[in-house]
């Protein structure tokens, strides 16, 4: 899970990392008086979950609290990856003399966490290579030393306090990232001000999330988590499958992401619906969906999941292809798409284009079908022949 | 290779709903459970395996080299640890939603421990004709009529599509010596590089076929490894989600993109394997070009 930048902030800075929490309000007045409470020119940033936000327009530089009203107003207005500013942070413009990027994050290659300096810091630093940049490995049990820390600076070019003081924020920033379950702890950019000192000016904090049961306590101290924008907003149709998924803790029948074509997809499990997802297309196929089925799930959620997949407008026909099932039961899943269909008010024989879950209740399933007018393809259907067919289908006369 | 015929089993967690099965599973299949653990349910059995408190007394019973580790992701680096203490050599974690830093934790301890971990996150692996560990494949029937015995082997992140390339090849023919869920996470204990520097050496391997996905980096450094070693192998991949290149992300920070560079693309990875000399299949079934029956 992800975390704002004022939370991120909050964080850091109890972990006695240079970071001042800013002020955080909801309202173009709130942000007029805390413009007026700094009495300086302040920087007032839009609270998301995700970077690009100062090309996006996120960020506004202000002198006076007027100007502050005006520049809330345009924060507040808007939409940023489909999601609205709720929050935006107010805090004092700080004169820079330099710009200084310092990061922790998984080395999957190595199979260790590692830290990340570099010299050239600010919006442009995936670019930058050489001296300036440096990283560490460092040990998961034990952290990054001072020392590690300062040998790193030190490789880096810093020299005199400010050498020793980045060594130590850099050890600071490998055990906030073990402390917290992180997936990548960031400040960007740490700034050197003109007086000499370091200060972080926006932060990034993502926290793993199979670890969240054992962070609970430190997350609730940072209030609501944002909802993280994906590309595009979510749709009706894949809220509706996340509720149908959440109904029953057994298996997975959900995972939707709605596409713009007319071949519902009952597919799984997760491996095998990429596969046949990427076949349906080559074959000239037009997906309505993409979804994951497995863990074998029950009945209910089946019949539900397929009834909401029927339910978009332009589907003709329903696929169902899974891989050779290990654990998911294929005549569970044979009953529930059928009691789905006919939920739907429709007739399985003609709705269904292919239906190919070979292994474990295979003949089961084959007998549950067999009584609908429905023909189970076995296991020497390959996975991309039957996605062949359910494209080759759709353009069949059904009677 | 993996999975000695002779080695000698331990389930830990053994007492679960979801573990017992897959003993029954396992022993159908000629895999040698000796003996589970589950802490507090000492002196029962599971299909005839004696259950006790701690790895220690399990292996004072019997002493074996491989554990099956099927416990709550919580409990899974206590669980493993005690693995590793008591000289387990082959570790199999098939919990899902394990912290990542507590795989980190315990693939270093492995690492001086001279331990293999496989998963987690991983249906299992099974070695066709021999013994299986893990639910992979499933029930006898399903297992036998999707594996059989040969020499290539498959290496796939992801457990279903394990066993649906087994049945494929199985359907064709062409018969394997070895199949492995490496586990689905970002970081895995052996990914698909370190267990194609086992199969290089092992003489009943001549071919290899394996499955991608979108995100991570473990092809690319297959990749990168094949570039600087060379292989005997014949190696086949397949990789699954190119729709996947086509949706816009959602970026979060730099950090990842230093280090992986920009990897995780099936494009990406495509070109990559394929430069190292790999066949990548443009279909599933091209998994089969190549590979002699």
């Known amino acids: 899970m992800r975390l704002l930048e004022y939370q991120s902030k909050r964080l850091l800075a109890d972990f006695g990392l240079p970071l001042q929490p800013p002020k955080v309000v909801e309202s173009a007045g709130a942000a007029v008086q805390a413009v007026r409470d700094l009495g300086q020119s302040a920087v007032l940033k839009a609270q998301v979950p995700f970077g690009g936000r100062g090309k996006a327009g996120g960020v506004k530089f202000v002198e006076t609290p007027d100007q502050a009203r005006s520049a809330a107003q345009e924060l507040f207005a808007l939409q940023l990856r489909n999601i609205a500013v709720k929050q935006i942070s107010i805090e004092p413009k700080i004169s820079i003399a330099r710009e200084i990027y310092v990061g922790a994050t998984w080395d999957t290659t190595a199979k260790l966490p590692l830290v990340l300096l570099n010299l050239a810091g600010g919006i442009d630093v995936e670019a930058a290579n050489g001296r300036q940049m440096q990283r560490s490995r460092f040990d998961p049990f034990q952290g990054l030393s001072a020392n590690q820390g300062r040998e790193l600076a030190s490789a880096a070019g810093l020299t005199g306090k400010t050498m020793i003081a980045v060594g130590e924020i850099l050890a600071k920033l490998a055990e906030v990232f073990l402390a917290i379950d992180a997936v990548t702890v960031e400040i960007n950019p740490l700034v050197e001000s003109k007086d000499g000192q370091l200060i972080g000016v926006d932060a990034h904090i993502e926290i793993d999330d199979d670890a969240r049961y054992r962070q609970l306590g430190r997350l609730e101290q940072l209030g609501p988590l944002p909802a993280i924008g994906s590309g595009r907003p979510t749709t009706e149709l894949e809220r509706e499958a996340q509720r149908i998924d959440a109904m029953d803790h057994r298996g997975v029948a959900g995972r939707v992401v709605e596409f713009d074509g007319d071949l519902a997809l009952l597919i799984g499990g997760g491996g095998a619906s990429l596969t046949v997802f990427d076949a349906i297309r080559r074959h000239g196929g037009r997906p309505a969906n993409y979804c994951e089925v497995g863990g074998n799930p029950t009945t209910e959620k089946v019949a539900a999941l397929t009834a909401l997949l029927l339910s978009k407008p332009g589907v003709r026909r329903l696929a169902v292809i899974m891989n050779v099932v290990n654990n998911t039961r294929a005549d569970v899943m044979a009953a529930g798409m059928l009691q789905g269909i006919r939920e739907a008010g429709l007739d399985p024989a003609k709705v269904v284009s292919v239906f190919r879950i070979p292994g474990s209740w295979e003949q089961e399933a084959r007998e549950v079908l067999a009584g609908a007018g429905i023909e189970a393809l076995g296991r020497e259907i390959s996975l991309d022949k039957a996605a062949q067919l359910a494209v080759g289908r759709m353009n069949e006369h059904v009677a | ?293």
């Open chain 2, 1 to 293: 290779m993996l999975l000695d015929p002779n080695a000698n089993i331990l389930v830990q967690g053994i007492t679960g709903r979801e573990a017992s099965a897959m003993v029954s599973d396992m022993l159908d299949y000629g895999s040698r459970i000796v003996a589970g653990v589950t802490p507090g349910k000492s002196g029962q059995e599971v299909h005839g395996v004696p259950v006790f408190d701690t790895v220690r007394d399990a292996m004072a019973h019997c002493s074996s080299t491989i554990s099956v580790v099927s416990v709550p992701a919580p409990a899974v680096l206590d669980a493993t640890f005690e693995a590793m203490a008591c000289g387990i050599q082959l570790c199999l974690i098939m919990s899902e939603r394990v912290p990542r830093l507590d795989t980190c934790k315990i693939l270093h301890r492995a690492g001086q421990a001279g331990c293999t971990v496989i998963g987690p996150n991983t249906l299992g692996l099974i070695r066709p004709g021999i013994a299986k560990l893990g639910t992979i494949g499933g029930r006898l029937d399903n297992v036998q009529r999707s594996f059989m015995p040969g020499r290539v082997a498959i290496l796939s992140r992801s457990g279903g599509m394990t066993t649906e390339i087994a049945s494929f090849l199985t359907s064709h023919g062409i018969g394997q010596c070895l199949a492995v869920g490496v586990g689905g996470d970002p970081m895995v204990g052996s990914n698909f590089t370190d267990l194609i520097r086992r199969l290089e050496d092992d003489p009943t391997t001549d071919a290899v076929v394996i499955y991608g996905e979108p995100g991570g980096t473990a092809e690319e450094q297959l990749a990168e490894h094949l570039q600087k070693h060379g292989t005997r192998l014949r190696i086949n991949a397949f990789l699954s989600g190119q729709f996947v290149d086509d949706m816009e992300g959602v970026r979060f920070g730099h950090a990842a993109v230093i280090v992986e560079g920009g990897r995780g693309s099936v494009r990406g990875k495509t070109k990559a394997l394929r430069e190292a000399g790999v066949f990548v299949a443009e279909t599933f079934d091209d998994i089969l070009v190549g590979l002699k029956p």
